[in-house]
């Protein structure tokens, strides 16, 4: 084998070996790394907000959406919460870390993107449009976030999640 | 001046090779790609492909996939990756279903990736998957007495759904039951909303675009397209620029 086919040959296998990584990214953060991020090294003990058909109802007027599950799961301390929130984009679940205090948004962190377009809600340069907001009057966020093209559906989830968390944390009295 | 010749001539062959190889290629990725760029405009995401071949090359041998009879109910995982309970629609869930129990009062269906924890109702009570905590591959579910356990490539774990805690290994020698899985009843399947209705013409070209239709052997193949196609480029500039060299009288 000469050196000009073995280098041809690790640049092809180097080229495989990201392709596979690539393909095999779906989660960005885990649980633990974002309530890291919202809360520094002191995690407080999850705590469980139980979604009765009152608190659903209540959701629903508010902000217009309600995740299908019974059973939602937060993090609180010192006037913060950090919520971990599902939503379907188009097909398939986006889970998103939701931190908050003083009933605005601090950060938002997607953390498993499951769908086959609009990963680019990952990215700072739109997770970053949602810290400061609020929850206006009228149930949407206080400012408008700009979207991304081709990530639409996604960007609606994030914007929903993002809401339904804002309601969540003066429900829970964040 | 004949090395560059020669240069020009190796760049020409292959520029041509690799043009033919990838030609077929540059064609698929340009039509479904500007097909993608109005697929909403054209509809293709509400349309449904109708070639059950195809179907069933995506897997959706939905007569043979496993269902599961915790007590009274059927616990099932359809072809559009959404799990039913009885003829009830839960949620969709990651990775095939590998199996379901009934621990107290809550049913669970363990996918690869997921477990959804389903009220006797129907209802989602929680999707619990790698952000979470779950670890994966789920290999099976079973229970040690009344405490729900998973299987992983590591062993049983104790899966605590409360605290949604699975670090403690079962009990070592404990005895698992677990469900075998099994054929859903016609009067099920025949509630449940039909099957062929799931693969849109845009997932069809999203898949065709980016090779997954082939699994991740086609993503790879893909890949190897766009170095071609760059490989292309880079010869097809270069073979530019020693042609313009040759053209131009040589001045000192």
Partial sequence: MTARSVSWSIGLAAILVMAAFSVAAEEYLARDDFLRLAFGDSEPEMQTLWMTEDTRAAARDAVGWVPRSLRLRYWQAEGRTAWILEDIGKDKPITLGIAISNNQIERVDVLAFRESRGWEIRYPFFTSQFSGLSLADDGYLSDTVDGITGATLSVRAVDRVARLALWLDTRVGG | ?252
């Fill in chain 2, 1 to 252: 001046m004949r090395r560059r010749s020669r240069l020009v001539g190796v760049l020409w062959r292959w520029h041509r090779r690799l043009g033919v190889l990838a030609a077929l290629f540059v064609l698929m990725l340009s039509v479904t790609g500007i097909v993608l760029n109005h697929s909403s405009g054209l509809g293709l995401d509400r349309t449904f492909v109708d070639w059950p071949w195809l179907s069933l090359a995506y897997g959706d041998g939905s007569a043979d996939l496993p269902a599961y009879q915790p007590g009274q109910n059927w616990v099932f995982r359809a072809a559009n990756g959404r799990v039913y309970f009885n003829t009830t629609e839960v949620a969709p869930c990651s990775g095939h279903l590998v199996g379901a129990l009934q621990a107290g009062e809550l049913f669970i269906a363990a996918c690869a990736e997921e477990l959804l924890l389903i009220t006797p109702d129907g209802e989602l009570l929680e999707a619990v998957n790698t952000s979470a905590g779950l670890p994966v591959p789920v290999l099976g579910v079973g229970l040690v007495e009344a405490d729900a356990v998973l299987q992983t490539s590591a062993g049983w774990w104790l899966a605590d759904l409360d605290s949604i805690d699975f670090s403690e290994p079962a009990a070592a020698g404990a005895l698992i039951q677990q469900h075998a899985p099994g054929v859903l009843p016609d009067v099920i399947r025949d509630d449940i909303p039909a099957q062929e209705s799931w693969l849109s013409w845009e997932r069809l070209l999203l898949d065709l675009h980016s090779g997954r239709v082939a699994g991740p052997l086609g993503v790879l193949l893909v890949d190897l397209v766009g170095v071609v196609l760059a490989i292309l480029a880079m010869s097809g500039l270069a073979m530019w620029w020693l042609h313009r060299r040759r053209r131009r009288p040589d001045t000192v």
